[in-house]
């Protein structure tokens, strides 16, 4: 069975860009989580949604971050403009379970380098 | 105060020993822990969850949650070199304004020494 699909695995783009990211959560999975991890900020929790619906984007750093689920199988973290301090890598997770007890699988994460 | 502190290390232990791993985390509302483990340009990878006080044991790795203590641990029994990786502790925690929200630790660092 397949896990958590992300791409692309690695993305280099220039400052100003825009930057698109991919992911398909394990099939029955109602929860999908994107998070960024640094060496400085550890993992952090960008944005969650539960049956394709967002709950809770506080984690989102600003404006120029946006996420969707048009449906159950598919999200896109999207970055516009691109910033060198966006570099990071970025994970897609899901889970069964409601988020209150959630057991998340995570992707391979997208390694972003923004110079 | 971040809401969930682990030492970041690094932990070193011979083979064979038990790793000792531990979290807090800084409110009473929390409802379920987590423990991942990452190895070095990997994604994390759960091990355990545990819901309730006491111990829930799994193989070689053990669970421990109090929450009166707001402390939560991971024993690893019999160590091996490839246990040598980064830990990280999750907590979800309900507030009644925002809803669940999931925190991770930064992680701690464990090297098995053969």
């Known amino acids: 069975d397949a896990g958590v699909i992300q791409s692309p695995r690695h993305e280099v783009t220039e400052m100003g860009q825009e930057v698109t990211l991919r992911c398909k959560p394990i099939s029955g999975h109602n929860s999908l989580f994107w998070y960024r991890q640094t060496m400085m900020r550890g993992l952090e929790l960008l944005i969650y949604f539960n049956n394709n619906v967002p709950i809770d984007d506080s984690g989102m750093p600003e404006d120029r971050f946006s996420a969707k689920m048009p449906n159950a199988s598919f999200s896109t973290l999207k970055i516009q403009p691109s910033e060198p301090r966006d570099s990071a890598v970025y994970f897609c997770?899901?889970?069964?379970?409601?988020?209150?007890?959630?057991?998340?699988?995570f992707g391979p994460g997208t390694r972003l380098t923004v110079t | 105060q971040k809401e969930v502190e682990q030492n970041s290390g690094p932990l070193s232990v011979p083979e064979g020993a038990i790793a000792s791993l531990n979290c807090t985390y800084s409110?009473?509302?929390?409802?379920?822990f987590f423990w991942y483990r990452q190895y070095s340009g990997k994604s994390p990878e759960l091990i355990m969850s545990?819901?309730?006080?006491g111990d829930k044991e799994d193989g070689r790795f053990t669970a421990q949650l109090n929450k009166a203590s707001q402390y939560v641990s991971l024993l690893i029994r019999d160590s091996q070199p490839s246990d040598s990786a980064t830990y990280l502790c999750a907590v979800n925690m309900y507030l009644p304004d925002t809803g669940n929200q999931f925190y991770f630790g930064t992680g701690t660092s464990l090297t098995v020494i053969p």
């Open positions: 545990i819901y309730s006080n």
């Open positions: 409110d009473r509302v929390s409802q379920s």
């Open positions: 997770a899901s889970s069964l379970k409601p988020p209150s007890d959630a057991e998340q699988y």
